[in-house]
């Protein structure tokens, strides 16, 4: 009888312990898992890369484009008589293709530092200053400072052509203009009352 009864404690002691292990074991396995997810999660970051190599392969079309526009008619420009407010129309075309362009490449310099990985040029690389210091809201001001202007110019071509176009284009314009400027606004002013709210 004294027997058996220690063999009963023996096994109860045994239980507790076996199922300790097992517990720790199966810690040990979510663990494992949870650093392989986080893992894989972050290294999702690099499927970004196809994106801005795209947007890098849009600024040559558009410095294409640019030298096609320069050749075929700003040269021409130059030789024959035409009136002010087509050479003005001209230029502010490629005006438009260099904004579109700087934006393309505030996309991918400051996106890439962002959300994927720093840029290891070294110190002696003649590294633009406002790539070190921009931050995500920053960023999408630019952005908005970047549409803003774009719009602005467009809308400054459809006023020296007016007479070519409708008022309904032209009152269109305007209010696309003017919800960029508010939407700007917007950003600028969502930002401030986050930076004081962080101080």
Known sequence: MKTTESDEAKTSD???LSETIS??????????LEIILERA???ARWLLIPFYVCCVLLIVILVIKFAQSFCLKIIPLAFIDVEQSEVILSILELIDLLLVANLLIIIVFSGYESFVSKFDLGEDVDRPEWMSN???SNLKLKLMGSLVTISAID???S???VAEISQRVLIWQVIIHFTFV???LLFAWMDKISEQIDS
């Open 14 to 16: 045994i239980l507790p």
């Open 23 to 32: 517990n720790k074991l199966k810690v040990s396995n979510l663990k494992k």
């Open 41 to 43: 999660i972050f290294s």
């Open 134 to 136: 921009i931050s995500f």
């Open 155 to 157: 809308l400054l071509g």
């Open 159 to 161: 006023f020296i052509k």
């Open 182 to 184: 508010i939407s700007g």
